[in-house]
């Protein structure tokens, strides 16, 4: 009885159709096969926005490792790789901001274990999450206090006379500071991935962040450390429509497991900020970003002048084009101001973080660092 | 865009479902209660279903719709989020949005930093009343932790070089 109706149903619906279709001729088979597809599409949808409701975070930062020195919140890290090349590799990402997991996001998409899969004997510099009691540490006090002793530690672990530096985003002008004031180290190679070098062309932080308008002094006395939700609410300015791009992109590509997983991850690492210490703040806003101190060759740091030109080592830099943080230009500068020999520039497609995270940074730019670097190691 | 013969082959195969899948459920509810007149649980809302189903027929019959239409609307959405996103920052990459969010910032900390140092002072207080360290405190405590590992450190890297010295003079 209840197939009858049901099929009554059926045929009243078709014949509606038919009615007013009749001329209709043969649906392709190229749209039915796209009907199909967007309705399996839609399925997978509805499955994965669940899971990714009620299923709890993905494990990040699964590459093995050892912790092979901590000093305060630091903490430097070794990865476990089969080092077919020499010379070990020192990574430096960016104080504050975010968490260093992002290099080491998932498996099969994490520029770490890509870069010990190629045989470099990798280690990370995790600055970590400092605390009221970490306001007094200073861009200084990490250039001429914590690099080096990282950098000799680098050398006693692996073993090795010469170690190669790689700085991304504020790593890059950090470490470039203290490659230029430190000659007594052995850095045989130095990399700047998406850092800032000539602040004058750093986009619209520069602006926001100049002297004519901020008072940096007034900013760290009040508030002792620049608090994480204040360090989001900068970055969610900078870019207001990304929240609202990477919703659409998750709806759109939601029947996708590997998308859902990696947005998962990646959502996880983009709402955990970590706050600037205090002075940090004010010795970076103020020497870096209004003054240009480093580009100018005006940084003096533990009684020595950071000369960019003091960098001879194989330099090789790469800029993002659609960087709105570190915009390419301003990561281009270090090019000409040092004083290497083998230097090189490249400008790669993608953003701040999709130039060394994802499936795009996988294809372009970890076979080029990895490339360049292999035959200078 | 699809012609409305597509559509013709979607629903012959919505249709031979729609069908398939009455009879799996007319099955399983026979073998549940096999004396019990079947059940019909969509009876109340059938007229309405029916209404529905015929105006999408029509619907479908007379316009090219296909999947295509979500990749436009998609298309679409991302070209009026990055025309948003140009626009927004070209009002953000002036002077005179710079002396705006600056002059915010600038009235949220002076109306902040009297209420947060009073504050303060009144937690300060109570801590002290029931005889418990504060957070100033607390901080100055990890504070010297801090620095005593430093004293530390160095020490080390004196000791370190001291003996390297040592070790090159002795003769081998």
């Given at each position: ?125 995790d600055w970590g999450v400092f605390g009221p009691e970490d306001n007094?540490l200073t861009v200084e006090h990490c250039v001429t206090r914590i ?202 497609p993608g953003g701040h973080i999709s130039l060394i995270a994802g ?19 | ?172």
């Open positions: 009885m209840g197939q009858e109706r049901f099929a009554d149903v059926v045929e009243r619906f078709t014949s509606g159709y038919a009615s007013a279709a009749a001329s209709a001729a043969e649906a392709p088979p190229e749209t039915v096969r796209q009907w199909r597809e967007e309705l399996e599409r839609n399925l997978g949808r509805l499955r994965n926005l669940h899971a990714l409701l009620t299923s709890p975070e993905p494990r990040t930062g699964q590459t093995p490792r050892e912790e092979i020195y901590r000093k305060n919140k630091s903490r430097l890290y070794r990865y476990a790789s089969a080092r077919t090349h020499r010379t070990p590799l020192l990574f430096v990402p960016n104080l504050g901001i975010s968490r260093p997991y992002i290099f080491d996001l998932l498996p099969n998409g994490s520029f770490i274990e890509y870069m010990t899969r190629q045989g470099f004997d990798f280690y990370l510099l007094d690099l080096p002793r990282v950098a000799r530690e680098v050398l006693r672990s692996s073993g090795a006379p010469e170690l190669s530096v790689l700085g991304y985003c504020m790593g890059a002008p950090v470490s470039a500071s203290f490659v230029a004031s430190h000659p007594e180290v052995p850095v045989r190679n130095f990399i700047d991935m998406a850092g800032p070098i000539d602040f004058t062309k750093v986009g619209l932080f520069g602006l926001w962040l100049a002297k004519d308008h901020f008072n940096v002094d007034r900013f760290v006395d009040t508030l002792g450390a620049i608090p994480a939700d204040l360090v989001r609410a900068g970055f969610k300015l900078i870019k207001p429509t990304m929240d609202l791009s990477a919703g659409l992109g998750l709806w759109w590509n939601s029947w996708n497991d590997k998308y859902v997983e990696g947005f998962q991850a990646l959502s996880k690492w983009a709402n955990e900020y970590v706050a600037f210490p205090g002075e940090f703040f004010r010795q970076w806003v103020r020497d870096f970003y209004q003054e240009n101190k480093l580009y100018r060759g005006e940084l003096v740091m533990g009684g020595r002048r950071v000369d960019l030109q003091r960098i001879t080592c194989p330099v090789f830099v790469v800029g993002a084009r659609e960087d709105y943080i570190a915009p390419p230009e301003c990561v281009r500068a270090l090019v000409d101001a040092v004083g290497s020999r083998d230097r090189e520039y490249v400008e790669l499936r795009g940074a996988a294809v372009h730019c970890w076979p080029k660092v990895s490339g360049w670097l292999a035959s200078r190691s | 865009m699809a012609d409305p013969a597509a559509s013709q082959q979607l629903f012959d195969l919505w249709k031979r479902q729609l069908e398939e899948g009455a009879q799996a459920w007319t099955r399983l509810l026979g073998q549940q209660a096999p004396q019990a007149p079947p059940l019909d649980p969509a009876a109340f809302w059938r007229p309405v279903l029916n209404e529905g189903l015929e105006t999408w027929a029509r619907l479908f019959a007379q316009t090219p719709a296909s999947p295509e239409l979500l990749s436009q609307w998609k298309q679409f959405l991302d070209q009026w989020i990055e025309a948003w996103s140009r626009a927004l920052g070209q009002a953000m990459g002036t002077e005179q949005f710079a002396k705006l969010i600056n002059q915010q910032l600038d009235a949220m900390l002076a109306a902040q930093a009297p209420g947060r140092t009073m504050f303060d002072q009144q937690v300060e207080q109570m801590l002290q009343t029931f005889n418990l360290p504060s957070r100033a405190q607390l901080t100055g405590v990890a504070k010297q932790i801090v620095e005593l590992e430093d004293r530390i450190e160095r020490l080390e890297d004196k000791l370190g070089a001291v003996l390297r010295r040592l070790e090159a003079r002795e003769p081998r």
